[in-house]
Nanobody, 120 residues
């Protein structure tokens, strides 16, 4: 029901835009979030956006570089990632939650993940 895409291999300093398209149901009333998981590490919260799109939340390590947004008409959430760093390398997952939360346990629906690799 959530399909993440847009990952790839880029050099440090480059940009990528991830997309998370919903199908089968609408997530307009859900908080949408992005998480990432690097090899050997736990899944980490990256960003979230309220159902209205009026409030966004980011982990400190991506503030000023990543921007989350949503398009209700397209039932899609985006993560614009600028000034990418090698430490941003991870599999990125989108997810939907009924509440604003930065913990994965609060998210009920998950996409399959898209790989982002940033070379130095």
């Amino acid at each position: 029901q959530l399909q993440a895409s847009g990952g790839g291999l880029v050099q440090a300093g480059a940009s990528l835009r991830l997309s998370c398209a919903a199908s089968g149901r609408t997530f307009s009333n859900y908080v949408m979030g992005w998480f990432r998981q690097a090899p050997g590490k736990e899944r980490e919260f990256v960003a979230a956006i309220s159902w209205s799109g009026g409030n966004t939340y980011n982990v400190d390590s991506v503030k000023g570089r990543f921007t989350i947004s949503r398009d209700h008409a397209k039932n899609t959430v985006y993560l614009q990632m600028n000034s990418l760093k090698p430490e941003d390398t991870a599999v990125y997952y989108c997810a939907a939650s009924p509440i604003v939360a930065g913990v994965s346990g609060s998210y009920d629906y998950w996409g399959q993940g898209t790989q982002v690799t940033v070379s130095s």
